[in-house]
């Protein structure tokens, strides 16, 4: 007994030290190991409904998809695996949901750490983040605000399943996958036909909906709320950045998906007015990070693409379920360029001033973001000869881990399927890495070269 004991105090003394002085290595291996993990699982023949073995680069993909919370798929969900495939791909999506937040905030930790007292105690006082060094509390709030979420939504789909004639069982399975999916962004649907046969059924994509909102936001976002819910005013920066980008985005996006598909008699132009807004009004949540969709994307018209192209690379928000170059990342080169144009020495937001090295990131996070989706879609196109419109759209949701798709996933063969896998883990892990790799590296120089300003643009 003392034996374990010391073994496991060693553990977590060396898991500590990883995770504050090397948390991009704890981030690609943590995530490595789980997708392998989940890949066993998934090739054993109980996990698929006709009970043969999976082939294993359909198990591998649907297990990075699921642990990276993507929502591609290259068999279909509902009819392929059984259920006790779903139940491993439900796990594997809470698991993936849980690494992504803690270590998010693992590498925040190991950033607060590295630098200065001075500016750790400013950086506390914005974040109001209290309990910096305590792990165990932030795993604890972290797994309490997405449990309960996930079980709130489930209790609200049970009763809706019941009228289906579902029965308590299927029900029920179907309810708590949902909720885990929402919350955690994956777009994985239970349902043979996903979530059309429910377009107008606000029962349905209301609680799904509300879901993947509140997982994209992202946890800093939502304690931060929760603790100041009564002074909005005192809330973070980084909160008000958050909450004014989404909010933005989500009626862009619903704007212009109306003004593109209302018309469309393949996807919303057959439906009511009601319908159509309700409709719109979800996809434009989804068209981001959620991955869920009320309608056939691959009958959408190239326009919409175009559109959630842009919206997926964007994604939500630091520290969430949501991939993409995050919302945050977009407000600061959009303020940048504002203080730019109005020829202001400081980006400012909310009478507080947004430091250079923070532009610097964001930069950086956007072009290794580019540089991923142009030479994947490349060699994607290479590898299928698919033509450019459907192959950025499926190498731009892998990499942003969104989920959706033109419906080209399960034609493709295991060397494009293999690039995508590839994408989805660039995808889950680089921006985190990248901007925790940034922060910690920061080096004060002595010396410094004579300023000058070459011509842009």
Same mark, same amino acid.
Request: glycine share 10%; hydrophobic share 50%.
């Given at each position: ?10 553990f ?9 002085e ?24 109980a996990?698929t409904s006709?009970?043969?073995?999976a ?10 998809s ?15 695996w059984?259920?006790?495939g ?7 999506i ?8 803690t ?22 006082g ?12 932030l795993?604890? +709030? ?13 209790a ?6 019941l ?26 649907t ?8 429910y377009?107008g ?8 909906g ?5 997982g994209g ?11 100041q ?9 980084h +909160?008000?950045?958050t909450?004014?980008?989404v909010?933005v ?6 704007s212009?998906?109306a003004?593109f598909?209302w ?11 009601g ?15 959620g ?8 009958l ?16 939500g ?8 170059i995050r919302?945050?990342?977009l ?15 400081d ?16 930069v ?12 994947? +879609? ?17 190498v731009?949701?892998a ?11 399960g ?10 896998i ?36």
């Open positions: 007994m003392a034996s374990l004991r010391t073994a496991r105090d060693a977590g003394e060396w898991f500590d030290r990883v995770a504050l090397s948390p991009a290595r704890l981030t690609l291996g943590a995530f490595a190991i789980t997708i392998l993990l989940f890949t066993g699982l998934l090739s054993l023949p996990a006709s009970g043969e073995r082939p294993f680069i359909d198990a591998l993909f649907t297990s990075t699921a642990v990276c919370v993507t929502g591609l798929v290259t068999v279909d969900t509902g009819t392929y059984s259920p006790w779903l139940a491993i791909i439900g796990l594997a809470k698991v993936g949901g849980l690494g992504i937040m270590l998010a905030s693992l590498a925040g930790l190991a950033v607060s750490r590295r630098i200065g007292l001075t500016q750790r105690i400013l950086a506390a914005e974040s109001r983040a209290a309990g910096l060094g305590d792990l165990g509390s795993l604890r +709030t972290v797994v309490i605000v997405s449990t309960t979420v996930e079980l709130t939504i489930a609200i789909l049970i009763p809706r399943f009228t289906l004639d579902y029965g308590w069982a299927k029900s029920f399975g179907y309810s708590l996958f949902y909720g885990v999916s929402a919350f955690n962004n994956a777009g994985f239970p349902d043979p036909a996903g979530l059309y046969p377009a059924d606000l029962w349905m994509l209301v609680p799904i509300l879901g993947v909102f509140i936001l992202g946890y800093p976002v939502y304690l931060n709320m929760i603790r819910w009564r002074s909005p005013r005192k809330w973070s920066l +909160t008000k950045l909450l004014v980008t909010t985005l989500a009626f862009i996006s619903a212009f998906l003004l598909e018309t469309n008699p393949l996807t919303l132009g057959d439906h009511s007015a319908k159509t807004i309700g409709n719109v009004f979800f996809q434009s949540i989804n068209q981001r990070s991955g869920f969709a009320s309608f056939d994307i691959g959408a018209r190239e326009q919409t693409w175009l559109l959630e192209d842009v919206l997926m690379f964007i994604g928000g630091s520290g969430s379920t949501a991939g993409g919302v945050t990342t407000a600061v080169l959009v303020l940048a360029a504002w203080a730019e144009a109005r020829g202001r020495r980006i400012e937001a909310f009478g507080k001033r947004i430091g250079t090295e923070v532009l610097r990131i964001a950086s996070i956007t072009l290794m973001g580019l540089f991923v989706v142009i030479v994947t +879609t490349g060699v994607f196109m290479w590898q299928t000869d698919i033509p450019l419109d459907r192959s950025l759209y499926e731009v949701s990499y942003a881990t969104c989920g959706l798709s033109t419906g080209i996933t034609e493709i063969d295991s060397d494009a399927k293999m690039t995508l590839i994408t989805m883990y660039l995808g889950r892990v680089g921006s985190l890495t990248l901007a925790s790799a940034l922060m910690l590296n920061r080096q004060r120089r002595v010396i410094r070269y004579p300023s000058e300003r070459p011509l842009i643009g």
